[in-house]
């Protein structure tokens, strides 16, 4: 059952300025099978303390097999068919899991 749970997200280093002011990519695309992702919190619009819209981004948690290597400012890109598509950002250090390692993601 799990089994179709499952997506591949490719992933695209981070992207930073040279010493010439060109942005520029840490690494190139990579494609990483079988992840897992699960919504990171649920919050009820009008009973937070700041204004819905000073509210954070969305914010996940991405579980990957172990071999998968991510880094903090990586880009996390998940197939729009799934229903957190879109563009993600790696907000933490790979943290290992019982099957692999997870990160926490924020949508850009």
Known sequence: MMQKWRTPVQV?????????????????????????????????????????????DDQATLYAPPDARFEVGDTVVVPRAHPLGGKWQVESKPAPWPRGVSVTIKRR
């Open 12 to 56: 695209e280093g981070r992207t930073r300025r040279d010493a010439d002011g060109y942005l520029v990519q840490d690494s190139a695309a990579r494609l990483i099978p079988g992840c897992l992702i699960a919504p990171g919190a649920f919050t009820v619009p009008g009973l937070l303390e700041s204004p819905t819209s000073e509210q954070s």
